[in-house]
């Protein structure tokens, strides 16, 4: 039988209950505290290779002093814990093992307050490296919990401290976290950025999941950094030179040239050159825009240059 829509007091109850169980997973209480302190560390680690051992020892050291430890996302599970209380309850969690210790981050403790975060985000952050801080640690059990939140308030911090990491033009490294048609989710020195195809490629991109995937790194320029607000703006195509540059020369006007389609628009069809050029393309009058689909290589006619678009224009002339 189909699942009965919630009410919209059921909606937020369940709210309220998803976000106080990642408080008490995030943020643990003095009891928790007393209960890490009062484990015998010596005979729970006895049987422990080197490799599990340094593991925990990691563990250990990001729960006492909130260091922040990395890892690849390889899942998203349903967590269910009560921690001993008798409601149980349960939220979706990324689950990073460095070795062979399973790390749970809450999905409420994966962002920043200030991020909206998109509906294929979480689900698609498989493969994506991320800094977390260990909050606790069911060592008896297993398991520990993180906050990737926490680590991204401490790379905050040392950003903006730092000048020559944010100055305009700066070079730097973003990460990849999660990736839908039209646009990426990365994460540059804790700020998670929504970025579209049009700030991550000079080319046109049908899809943006072909080319881009959770876990790449990609190089980028610091356009602009508002200390006060720690907003962050960065460009991806901008730091490799523009195709269209010396394009003029490379495609003479009335040359032909073979091409990929790769998107449409309003009765355009993008169409990308072997050297990263994207040229915008009528058809000829003897073809439909059903007689092309993205994919198909054509042969073009270059017709004009606006520079200060810096954009090409043809003609498709055929399939090739």
């Known amino acids: 039988m189909p699942r009965k829509k919630a009410t919209p007091e059921e909606s937020e109850q369940l709210i309220l209950e998803e ?3 990642a408080a008490r997973m995030s943020n ?4 928790a505290l007393r209960q890490f302190f009062s484990l015998d560390f010596r005979e729970l680690d006895r049987d422990l290779t080197e490799e599990e051992r340094d593991e925990w020892n990691a563990i250990y050291a990001s729960y006492r002093g909130r ?6 996302i390889i899942g998203v599970d349903h967590f269910v814990n009560n921690y001993g209380n008798d409601n149980v309850q349960d939220m979706y969690c990324a689950t990073v093992i460095p070795y062979r210790v399973r790390i749970i981050i809450p999905a409420t403790e994966m962002w920043m307050d200030d991020f909206i975060v998109p509906d294929f985000a979480f689900r698609g952050m498989v493969g994506a490296k991320i800094e977390f801080v260990i909050t606790r640690v069911e060592r008896e059990a297993g398991f520990a919990v993180g906050s990737r939140r926490e680590a991204m308030r401490s790379r905050r911090y040392y950003f903006s401290r730092h000048q020559e990491l944010w100055t305009e033009g700066a070079r730097t490294k973003c990460q990849v ?10 994460e540059c020195h804790g700020h998670d950025l929504n970025v579209t195809q049009r700030e991550l490629s000079y080319a046109a991109i049908a899809d943006l999941r072909t080319v ?8 980028c320029i610091v356009k602009s950094y508002d200390a006060e ?3 962050l703006n ?3 195509k901008e730091a490799k030179p523009n195709p269209y540059d010396g394009a003029s020369t490379r495609h003479p006007t009335g040359s032909r040239r073979q091409a990929v389609i790769s998107g449409k628009y309003a009765g355009g069809v993008f169409c990308n050159l072997p050297d990263g050029t994207v040229c915008m393309c009528n058809y000829s009058y003897q073809y439909e825009d059903s007689d092309f689909k993205i994919g198909d290589i054509v042969i073009l006619r270059i017709q004009r240059f606006d520079d200060e678009k810096k954009q090409m224009y043809g003609k498709i002339l055929s399939k090739w």
């Open 177 to 186: 976290l999660s990736v839908g048609p039209r646009r990426c989710i990365v």
């Open 67 to 72: 260091s922040a430890l990395s890892g690849i």
């Open 229 to 231: 607000k720690g907003k």
């Open 19 to 21: 976000n106080e169980l």
């Open 234 to 236: 960065i460009s991806v």
């Open 212 to 219: 881009f995937h959770p876990g790449t790194e990609l190089s």
């Open 28 to 31: 643990p209480t003095g009891d």
